[in-house]
Nanobody, 114 residues
Framework: QVQLVESGGGLVQAGGSLSLSCAAS????????MAWYRQAGGKQRELVAH???????SYADSVKGRFTISRDNVKNTVYLEMNSVKPEDTGVYYC????????WGRGTQVTVSS
């Protein structure tokens, strides 16, 4: 069964922190780079961070130094630790492979208030 289930979003004040999780089915997770994407209202979905099977992360310039992506290869789960959040981090956050495959989960809403 193909599955991507994101969780952990919510409302947070600017400067605060959030921790996102994404449980993936093994068919999606195993052997693939995994990534977090986000989509703000009216904008295209953008890549936030991705991580290879050897746990080598890469980040968009806008989140570098504030966000940390990690993965648990036993639990088929990818995480995104968000620190020092800003209002422009607001959006729906999705996980997927990198590059993204056609199936997308529902995402989790992150709202940062100023």
């Amino acid at each position: 069964q193909v599955q991507l289930v994101e969780s952990g979003g919510g409302l947070v004040q600017a400067g605060g922190s959030l921790s996102l999780s994404c449980a993936a089915s093994e068919s999606i997770f195993a052997g693939n780079q995994m990534a977090w994407y986000r989509q703000a209202g009216g904008k295209q979905r953008e890549l936030v961070a991705h991580i290879g099977t050897g746990a080598w992360p890469s980040y968009a310039d806008s989140v570098k130094g504030r966000f940390t992506i990690s993965r648990d290869n036993v639990k088929n789960t990818v995480y995104l630790e968000m620190n020092s959040v800003k209002p422009e981090d607001t959006g729906v956050y999705y996980c997927n492979t990198h590059p993204g495959q056609s199936y997308w989960g529902r995402g989790t809403q992150v709202t940062v208030s100023s």
